[in-house]
């Protein structure tokens, strides 16, 4: 998914008047989420972006994240607090299935070994 059909999505499902620059902003501020707390990677290594065209890291069939988590900051910017708090769960939940599947398929476990004591 690119960040454009990402937020194509979100206005669909939350139609609204804030810019592509502010969502764009919300995307990064996901995509930089992902990379530090899931992939792990350095504060200092963290890719953001300017153009909306950009391929987003989380694929099929996790990618439903990013217009859930824009619609969710669509609907608190708009006062919308009870439907943000519905959707805000619903990304959550995704959130937590992406990232446990993330980790079980990329970060096994390291066998403990066997000291024989």
């Known amino acids: 998914m690119t960040i454009e059909e990402a937020i194509t999505f979100s206005d669909e499902a939350e139609p609204n008047t ?32 300017t153009e909306n065209t950009a391929e987003l890291l989380v694929g ?5 994240i990013y217009p859930l988590y824009l619609t ?8 919308e607090y009870d439907r943000y708090q519905n959707t805000q769960a619903m990304f959550n939940r995704k959130y937590e299935e992406y990232a446990a599947d ?16």
């Open 18 to 49: 804030y810019s592509d620059k502010i969502k764009l902003h919300y995307t990064n501020e996901l995509e930089g989420k992902i990379q530090l707390e899931v992939m792990l990677i350095s504060p200092a290594d963290i890719v953001s972006y």
């Open 60 to 64: 099929i069939p996790y990618d439903d």
């Open 72 to 79: 969710a900051h669509i609907q608190f910017l708009m006062g």
């Open 102 to 117: 993330y980790v079980w398929r990329y970060r096994p476990l390291f066998p403990i070994s066997d000291t024989g004591s």
